[in-house]
């Protein structure tokens, strides 16, 4: 069992960035792909980015594609997810998500492990 936990949400101007991490306990993560998805009030949840167990690949959105960054440091069994240029329609509830089960890299079907969440809110 992998426990995840979000932080680093927050408040920020459109233009600014943040940084969100994803903090994962109860067993080593380094083997399980990472992804992270957003909720925007009355949307559905969406895929953003993931990341292989080794970090060498990563698949991104297009909607945040050449803004935002996925990482990990495995060793620390930490996800990381750097918000740049952000827009007032960034705005959701991002949720980190571990170990791929099979399907599309895209899907919230396709994840074992989930975090509860962390806010980020851009202000316009």
């Known amino acids: 069992q992998v426990q995840l936990v979000e932080s680093g949400g927050g408040l920020v101007q459109a233009g600014g960035s943040l940084r969100v991490s994803c903090a994962a306990s109860?067993?080593?993560?380094?083997?399980?792909?990472m992804a992270w998805f957003r909720q925007a009030p009355g949307k559905s949840r969406e895929f953003v980015a993931t990341?292989?167990?080794?970090?060498?690949?990563?698949t991104y959105a297009d909607s945040v594609k050449g803004r935002f960054t996925v990482s990990r440091h495995n060793a620390k069994n930490t996800g990381y997810l750097q918000m740049n240029s952000l827009k007032p329609e960034d705005t959701a509830v991002y949720s980190c998500?571990?170990?791929?089960?099979?399907?599309?890299?895209?899907?919230?079907?396709?994840?074992?492990?989930w975090g509860q969440g962390t806010q980020v809110t851009v202000s316009s």
């Open positions: 109860g067993r080593t993560f380094s083997g399980y792909t």
């Open positions: 998500a571990a170990r791929f089960k099979g399907g599309s890299y895209a899907s919230t079907e396709a994840y074992a492990y």
């Open positions: 990341i292989s167990g080794s970090g060498s690949s990563t």
